[in-house]
């Protein structure tokens, strides 16, 4: 089962079906995104939907977001998603080295990640392919 990774170019009514599936596998608390989410995720110049095949079927997907600030170019990986049926057969990692890949192309130096501890083998496959836990606080304000 090897996986092919394409970026999502237009919000159609396949990859809304799939984030249907695959949104609610990665949060409980947070709906799939609809049609014109998809759309303003894949028209932005920020993001990237990355959208994994196996065997034609999208079995996985990866957002990068990347910006500039004064010190550089960003790069973050939000919302990892891999279905249930697709793990263990390096689907999450693909995602992920073309993820890093681009960022390396829009000139980032550093691609940032968070990820649950409940998460146990997404964690392994991020410290696998390179990621170094960092010892920092992450904050969140709730608007």
């Not at 089962?1 to 990859?15: H, P, W």
């Not at 891999?82 to 995602?95: I, N, Q, S, Y």
């Not at 501890?117 to 392919?129: D, G």
């Amino acid at each position: 089962m090897s996986a092919t990774i394409e970026v999502a170019t237009q919000a159609t009514e396949e990859l809304v079906d799939a984030m249907a599936n695959l949104i609610p596998q990665l949060s409980k608390s947070n709906p799939p995104p609809s049609r014109g989410d998809l759309q303003a995720i894949v028209s932005s110049e920020a993001s990237v939907l990355f959208i994994a095949r196996v065997e034609g079927k999208i079995a996985g997907a990866l957002t990068l977001v990347t910006f500039r600030i004064p010190t550089g170019v960003r790069a973050w990986i939000e919302d990892v998603v891999v279905d249930a049926e697709a793990r263990g057969h390096g689907v999450g990692e693909a995602l992920n080295m073309a993820a890093i890949a681009e960022a390396r192309r829009r000139g980032a130096i550093t691609v940032e990640l968070t990820s649950r501890p409940s998460r146990e083998a997404a964690n392994s496959l991020y410290q696998r392919i390179g990621f170094v836990q960092r010892e920092t606080n992450v904050y969140r304000y709730s608007l």
